[in-house]
């Protein structure tokens, strides 16, 4: 399979923005937020798998199915000017060739980048660690014979989202994963400064947090020597707590104050 010279560019500028700095993705949800977002000035463009899920009426927690991740995917691809790095939740199945099916057709729709994490379940268990790094290996191996070895695997651990073991826990993932090819490591539910900061310090990957409201911002992260801030289902969320404070106030008082300040319909369609 050959990979168009668009895509190479692009994950190549994903890998770029990670190694220049701090890389902050406000996560996307459709093809609309990843224009939205793109229009706000981001350098590249995340998703989410909540989000995306939501969008298309399911819980997150790979509740999708690898055909409806892709073609979410592509829709995203198509609809900005920038990376894209796409979660891929655990990869839709259990197996290392599931991992393998899953990258193959999210480089074929453009993808620059993947998000795979190493929970069995939402809450746990994980993966064992060998058993997780095949699954890494096997979408290095993916992506390469796809055609694009370029592709950034961010490999995520949910060790501390779910509270299923610490710091030594999470550095003996990161080494394996580092071997087994993952460009970077993502964990959720790590906030802890010092803790994060510690990590970074000792990490053979570039360190991915997930921050949050009323957690520390990104110059806080920043200076953990965290390379890569996202949101996760923040902007999703916020996006759809406006809609639903719109429209109890539009049923109730019958008015539409939330929408103050809103973009404007010419602003939206103009960005298609």
Do not use: K
């Amino acid at each position: 399979m050959s990979t168009t010279p668009e895509t190479r560019e692009r994950a190549l500028r994903l890998r770029e923005l990670v190694a220049e700095g701090v890389l902050v993705l406000p996560n996307a949800w459709d093809a609309g937020s990843a224009a939205v977002i793109a229009s706000a000035g981001a350098r590249a463009i995340a998703t989410t798998s909540g989000g995306v899920s939501w969008s298309l009426g399911h819980g997150d927690g790979q509740r999708m199915d690898r055909a409806a991740a892709v073609e979410a995917a592509r829709r995203v691809v198509a609809a900005v000017d920038l990376p894209v790095t796409v979660d891929a939740e655990g990869g839709y199945g259990p197996l290392a060739a599931d991992v393998a099916a899953t990258v193959t057709a999210l480089v074929g729709v453009g993808a620059a980048g993947v998000n795979l994490e190493d929970s069995t379940a939402v809450g746990g268990p994980l993966f064992p660690v060998a058993e997780q790094a095949g699954r890494l290996r096997a979408a290095r191996t993916a992506a390469a014979a796809a055609g694009l070895p370029e592709l950034l695997v961010n490999a995520r651990t949910d060790v501390f989202l779910f509270g299923l073991g610490g710091l030594d826990d999470v550095l003996v993932r990161a080494e394996a994963y580092a071997e087994a090819g993952a460009d970077g490591l993502f964990v959720p539910g790590l906030l802890d400064l010092d803790v994060l900061t510690e990590l970074c310090r000792r990490s053979p990957l570039p360190v991915n947090a997930m921050a949050g409201a009323g957690g520390p911002g990104v110059a806080e992260l920043a200076a953990t020597g965290v390379r890569r801030v996202s949101v996760g289902t923040g902007l999703a969320q916020a996006a759809y707590t406006t809609a639903h404070r719109a429209a109890v106030e539009l049923l109730g008082a019958g008015t539409l104050t939330e929408l103050d300040g809103a973009l404007g319909f010419g602003e939206l369609n103009g960005l298609y």
